[in-house]
């Protein structure tokens, strides 16, 4: 499986911008597939989890009200737009795929991963 992220860019404090994700699979292979990010020294965290089948959607505390998660069957991707950011949301974000179950803000669940699109805020 490959994650392909892309749309990451710089944009100015209070801006918005859209990630998107593809998922490369000979067939649709993600019941869940989530957002991270990470920043040098900091440990990866989750952004944002998204049940495809479902449409039911998690955030982190430090992006609710202003990101959402979504997601495109045909496509075999997964979007993540955000808004009003803030240079604290600088870093690399990540998609994810293939959840294991448990935490899901534990990158330690899931089994896929891209190479990552960079984002920077200022």
């Known amino acids: 499986v490959q994650l392909v992220e892309s749309g990451g860019r710089s944009v100015e404090v209070g801006g918005s911008l859209r990630l998107s994700c593809v998922a490369s699979?000979?067939?649709?292979?993600?019941?869940?597939m989530a957002w991270f990010r990470q920043v040098p020294g900091r440990e990866r965290e989750g952004v944002a989890h998204?049940?495809?089948?479902?449409?039911?959607?998690y955030y982190a505390d430090f992006v609710k009200g202003r990101s959402t998660i979504s997601h495109d069957k045909v496509k075999n991707a997964v979007y993540l737009e955000m808004s009003n950011l803030q240079p604290e949301d600088s870093a690399m974000y990540y998609c994810a795929t293939s959840y294991r179950g448990g935490d899901w803000e534990s990158p330690l669940n899931y089994k896929y991963w891209g190479q990552g699109t960079q984002v920077t805020v200022s």
């Open positions: 998204i049940w495809t089948a479902y449409g039911v959607t």
């Open positions: 699979a000979p067939t649709p292979i993600a019941h869940c």
